[in-house]
């Protein structure tokens, strides 16, 4: 069975442009969930969709967007890119968001000029 | 002060070594306590969830949480090269993925 699947595995953008980073959950997972991890560091939750509707968002600034598709795959969207932008994306997949069957994918790492 | 911190490393001991993984945290409320098992250039994987206080076991993984002292730690029996990774843990109020706060991870290398 396939995983989380991210896409793309990398990119590199400049600053003032704009992102739009793809998650697929595993089959059946209704729950998406979105994490920046900065080098050195913990991941950090962005948003939360369950049912194509947004059941938490993370302390993080307006710039940043996302949605979920009637499939459950979804979106992360960030505008007006900075270079403290620059991390790992990561996208984790739940059955109905619990943490204990979360998955996550393997990333897309995002460097800003 | 962060709500949860964790030695970042790096840890490095031989193979067949018992592995001590710690985290402390500030938050008395956090109910939820979990470990995460990251590679280099993967997705965090989950090791170990557990509820409130106490001890919980699978194969060579042993996690135990000390509410009083607000202190949770991971244990590797019989450490592989393979156990080589960065380590998180983590820590809710609910039973929520949104609701997670993760620690900042430490880097353990097992040597042959």
């Known amino acids: 069975d396939a995983g989380v699947t991210q896409s793309p595995t990398h990119l590199i953008k400049t600053r003032g442009q704009h992102v739009t980073l793809r998650c697929s959950p595993i089959s059946g997972h209704k729950s998406v969930s979105w994490y920046q991890q900065v080098l050195g560091q913990g991941p950090q939750f962005i948003f939360q969709?369950?049912?194509?509707?947004?059941?938490g968002r993370g302390n993080f600034p307006d710039r940043f967007s996302a949605r979920q598709f009637p499939n459950y795959s979804s979106e992360l969207n960030v505008n007006a890119l900075l270079l403290g932008d620059s991390a790992l994306y990561l996208c984790?997949?739940?059955?109905?968001?619990?943490?204990?069957?979360?998955?996550f994918g393997p990333g897309t790492r995002l460097t800003v000029l | 002060q962060k709500e949860v911190e964790q030695d970042p490393g790096p840890l490095s001991v031989p193979e067949g070594a018992i592995v001590s993984l710690n985290c402390t945290y500030s938050?008395?409320?956090?109910?939820?306590f979990m470990w995460y098992r990251q590679y280099s250039r993967k997705g965090p994987e989950l090791l170990m969830y557990t509820y409130s206080s106490g001890n919980k076991e699978d194969g060579r993984f042993t996690a135990q949480v000390d509410k009083s002292s607000k202190y949770i730690s991971l244990f590797i029996r019989d450490s592989q090269p393979s156990d080589s990774a960065t380590y998180l843990c983590a820590m809710s109020l609910y039973s929520s993925a949104s609701k997670i706060i993760f620690g900042s991870g430490t880097r353990l290398s097992i040597r042959p």
């Open positions: 969709y369950y049912e194509k509707e947004e059941r």
């Open positions: 938050n008395s409320a956090f109910q939820y």
């Open positions: 984790a997949s739940s059955l109905a968001g619990d943490p204990n069957e979360q998955f």
